[in-house]
Nanobody
Framework: QVRLVESGGGLVQPGGSLRLSCAAS????????MGWYRQAPGKQRELVAT???????NYADSVKGRFSISRDDAQNSVYLQMNSLKPEDTAVYYC??????????????WGQGTQVTVSS
């Protein structure tokens, strides 16, 4: 069983910064893509950023230039550095691991989510 655990959420003022972390544990041989998604109240879950095993990154237009995604494959972890935060960034942020090789096949996993609130 693979488990993703996020941390680093919280309350921050507009213009501030937060760093989210997500650690995957369990029987893992490799993870193809790791990413962050978010869901604000009353809205659908949306992509924030992804990073492939080769280091290729992809960002939502709304966060380009402000957020930065990185990963540490030795730790099976992914990080999201969020700068210049805006109230519209307020949401529950979810970690995703896509096409995780467990030795028994390829599976996708989600974390439980961490709340990010941007407010003065």
């Amino acid at each position: 069983q693979v488990r993703l655990v996020e941390s680093g959420g919280g309350l921050v003022q507009p213009g501030g910064s937060l760093r989210l972390s997500c650690a995957a544990s369990g029987r893992i041989f490799s993870i193809n893509v790791m990413g962050w998604y978010r869901q604000a109240p009353g809205k659908q879950r949306e992509l924030v950023a992804t990073i492939t095993s080769g280091g290729t990154t992809n960002y939502a237009d709304s966060v380009k230039g402000r957020f930065s995604i990185s990963r540490d494959d030795a730790q099976n972890s992914v990080y999201l550095q969020m700068n210049s935060l805006k109230p519209e960034d307020t949401a529950v942020y979810y970690c995703n691991a896509y096409r995780v090789s467990t030795g028994r096949g390829l599976y996708d996993y989600w974390g439980q989510g961490t709340q990010v609130t941007v407010s003065s």
